[in-house]
């Protein structure tokens, strides 16, 4: 049987700032972003199996993604929690906002790392993950190969 590459892909409104930045990303500010999901395997052969000839269905991988990335980030501002923006990040959940702190400058390339480990810990034994791209704009994103790492 032959491996096959499916995609499927994602979109979702995430606020953050570039704390020491020298341009206007050092703002608070918000991208529409698109997160396209590849993975590879080998399309199920048991024709007994409700699976039958897909890798993985479309359903299961957009649970997956909901779960790890979409549901989270959707409508949320991610913050690097070792930079002063740690107390506006407080500030904002003391009030109720959706707040992400995480560990890295928020740029496309460390998010696309971040949301690598959280879809490949949930991918099931035989499924690979293949490739991950984050548009932050129309003409910027950034690519994660398993290739590469
Ligand atoms: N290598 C990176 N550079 C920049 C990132 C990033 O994540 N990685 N992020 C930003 C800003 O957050 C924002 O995305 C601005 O990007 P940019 O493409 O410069 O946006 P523009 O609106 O100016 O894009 P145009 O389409 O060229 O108008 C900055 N840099
Ligand atoms: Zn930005």
């Known amino acids: 049987m032959s491996n096959i590459r499916i995609t499927k892909q994602f979109n979702f409104e995430t606020g953050h700032a570039l704390y ?5 990303c050092k703002n608070v500010h918000g991208h529409s972003y698109k997160l ?3 993975v590879i395997g080998e399309p199920i052969d048991d024709n007994q ?3 039958f000839g897909m890798v993985i269905d479309f359903g299961d991988l957009k649970k997956i993604v909901k779960e790890e990335i979409v549901d989270k980030y959707d409508h949320a501002t991610v913050f690097n929690k070792n930079t002063p923006h740690l ?3 407080n500030e904002l959940k003391k009030r109720d906002h959706n707040v992400i702190l995480v560990d890295y400058q ?7 790392i971040d949301f ?4 490949k810990n949930r991918l099931p034994k035989n499924i690979q993950l293949f490739s991950l791209k984050l548009q932050e704009t129309e003409t910027s994103f950034a690519e994660w190969f398993a290739s590469d790492n």
């Open 20 to 24: 020491g930045y020298d341009g206007k």
């Open 49 to 51: 199996n409700v699976k």
């Open 116 to 119: 690598a480990e959280k879809i």
């Open 36 to 38: 396209s999901v590849t």
């Open 106 to 112: 928020p740029t496309s390339e460390m998010m696309v």
């Open 87 to 89: 107390e506006l990040a």
